[in-house]
């Protein structure tokens, strides 16, 4: 196995108000933090960044001293996630054999998951983690509920994803236009195996300005 990381980092942040990602913890942007749980696993041969232009010099800056030990590569993303997502497959080395797709609004990602994610590639063909829900789960259309699903088949999906490389970008170039939730869902319309592991419930995606609680949590430990 070959690994490589494709970190998406060129959202709008429309929820949140602001640019998430450019967020300072002690003079670093939040998705520098991202960036470095990824960079410290020696198992990781490449780490392609995909960004908006407006971040590229200082993703340059504080990204590229870490390119003397490792190969990384600084993208632009697209309109959508998933165009930057595909974007950043296409930039891989050939000879990479699994890529781990990650958000890149989600700094306390741990060593420890993404390791389980690439143990767990020697076995399949995609690997993805999430956490079992602990609420009761209804579908609601328009303010009534239809039906209440059972909260033991019911998963809330993280990200690392993981997947074997020419898998995923088949499954892209076939459905890329097709409006997905996620990376694994290309995978579904194929009626491909997808194994589940357990995530981490510390990993949780930056999205609204009350996660800022999150970010106060990073200030004191980093």
Known sequence: MKIAAVIVCAGKSKRFKKDKLLIEIKNKPLFYYTFKAFYKIRLISQIILVLDK?????????????????????????????????????SLDKDITHVLIHDGARPFISKKLILNIIKNLKKNQAVICGIKSRDTVKVVKNGFVKKTLNR???????????????????AYNRFKEKEVFDDAQLLEFYKKEIKVIDGDILNVKITYPVDSIFIDAIKMYV
């Open 54 to 90: 407006e971040k590229f010099n200082l993703a340059k800056k504080i990204i590229f001293p870490f390119s003397k030990n490792r190969n990384i590569k600084i993208i632009e993303g697209g309109k959508k996630r998933k165009d930057s997502v595909y974007n950043g497959l296409i």
């Open 152 to 170: 033991d088949d019911i998963y809330f999906i993280q990200t690392p994803q993981g997947f074997k490389k020419d898998l995923i970008l088949e």
